[in-house]
């Protein structure tokens, strides 16, 4: 069984400060990985996937297949950056149903 | 940007009552799913629909989750005989068929069982 593991459900931090959101994941073939995040009333928008390597709003993720990990980064945290973080992993094949983790949210303070 | 509409925003019902949530997917998108998060649990896969029939479907999508794809446009949720812990937020998403393309979200429904 699939699944994804986010172990902060809470991460606050102050501006200009880095932010690591950790995610680990268990799943027996070869996944994808993606990061959703969700603002103050707005619908889970998808911010990274590990597949195009890019990096948005400043936030990168590597998957690490040794570790099974796909931890979201940023080197400095802006208060927009403040929401709820969702990591998510599909199989590579198929209808690719999405499992999430239970979300860590980000406090920015100023 | 085209975007996964939902409608109504919040449903309130009262137990053992059907109910019919609203999603109209992405114009060119084949891949349709339900999802729900009950408060302050994580997101939950319901179901997903491809070609005018269920692809994949949960544990949770039991004998009272029904979805159609009636018109060609809207996707919808039927819950019947609604019981208080299908109380939740219940999201709409949809893909495009390329492989590797990602799930675009609706708003979701709030949906509250009295």
């Known amino acids: 069984a699939q699944r994804v593991t986010q172990p902060e459900k809470l991460l606050s931090v102050f501006k200009g400060a880095p932010v690591e959101l950790k995610c680990n994941y268990s799943?027996?073939?070869?996944?994808?990985l993606f990061w959703y995040v969700q603002y103050s009333r707005q619908r889970l928008q998808l911010l990274l996937r590990h597949i195009s390597r890019e990096s948005i709003k400043g936030f990168t993720a590597d998957l690490n297949k040794g570790e099974t990990s796909f931890h979201l980064k940023k080197p400095f945290a802006q208060e927009e950056d403040s929401a709820m973080y969702y990591c998510?992993?599909?199989?590579?094949?198929?209808?690719?149903?999405?499992?999430f983790g239970s979300g860590t949210r980000l406090q920015v303070q100023p | 940007e085209p975007e996964v509409t939902q409608t109504p925003s919040h449903q309130v019902t009262q137990m053992g009552q059907e109910v019919i949530l609203r999603c109209v997917p992405i114009?060119?998108?084949?891949?349709f799913y339900w999802y729900r998060q009950i408060l302050g649990q994580k997101v939950e896969f319901l179901v997903s629909f491809y070609n005018n029939e269920i692809s994949e479907k949960s544990e949770i999508f039991d004998d009272q989750f029904s979805v159609e794809r009636p018109d060609g446009s809207n996707f919808t949720l039927k819950i019947r005989s609604t019981k208080l812990e299908d109380s939740a937020m219940y999201f709409c998403?949809?893909?495009?068929?390329?492989?590797?393309?990602?799930?675009?979200f609706g708003d979701g429904t709030r949906l509250s069982i009295l």
């Open positions: 114009s060119n998108h084949l891949y």
């Open positions: 998510a992993l599909s199989p590579s094949t198929g209808r690719r149903a999405l499992t």
């Open positions: 998403a949809s893909r495009g068929g390329q492989g590797g393309q990602p799930q675009h």
């Open positions: 799943y027996s073939g070869s996944p994808e």
